[in-house]
């Protein structure tokens, strides 16, 4: 896709919401980033203070602990906006990178200009606000998750969601993601298998 298709396609996916953006406000220049996979968008702590759209592609948000443990926080499919709203509002340090699972497209703007040419634009508030009461509800229907159902329900509700990733990325990943081992993984698995005879 040339910059113009981008641009585009970004726009489309927030007028498919159903709201009326008027675009001709927006004057910031649009920077693309192509992610091959296994390659970071940003990595943890970078700043990233930016609006990032995926076009294309895959991508997992991925944190380190202290001890140098990796933790799949989530994955992410296009088309869809991606990042983190923490760095992008308040211009610190990202909490964990994004790492791409296959080639992936992504454009992006800078958030703090980008907002103060959208934000006299009701259409986009009405988006904006409606996609931060997505994120909030996804968050806490996974926290619910992990405090009410077994780890093996976790393993099928990601299948269900991913069912694309199950055998194409490394059971260390999906395990960190459901907040197991890969060893208790490779149990479940197992189990699953020997169920379906």
Not at 100 to 111: C, F, N, Q, R, T
Not at 121 to 133: V, W
Request: hydrophobic share 35%.
């Amino acid at each position: 896709m040339d910059r113009t298709q981008l641009k585009n396609s970004f726009e489309t996916y927030f007028n498919e919401l159903g709201y009326e953006i008027g675009w001709q406000r927006l004057t910031v220049p649009m920077d693309v980033h192509v992610i091959r996979k296994g390659d970071y968008l940003f990595q943890q702590g970078d700043f990233a203070n930016r609006l990032y759209f995926l076009h294309s592609g895959l991508v997992r948000y991925v944190s380190v602990s202290d001890d140098g443990k990796e933790f799949t926080q989530t994955f992410a499919k296009s088309p869809r906006i991606i990042g983190s709203t923490k760095a992008m509002v308040t211009e610190t340090r990202v909490l964990f990178g994004i790492q791409a699972l296959e080639d992936s497209m992504v454009s992006s703007y800078p958030w703090q200009d980008f907002y103060a040419q959208m934000r006299h634009d009701i259409g986009f508030l009405e988006c904006y606000a409606k996609f931060l009461e997505r994120i909030f509800i996804v968050k806490e229907e996974r926290e619910n998750a992990f405090v009410k159902h077994s780890a093996e329900r976790r393993y099928l509700d990601f299948r269900t969601a991913y069912p694309e990733l199950k055998d194409s990325i490394p059971q260390q990943q999906i395990a960190t993601y459901i907040g197991i081992t890969p060893v208790a993984l490779s149990r479940i698995r197992q189990r699953l298998k020997l169920s379906r005879g």
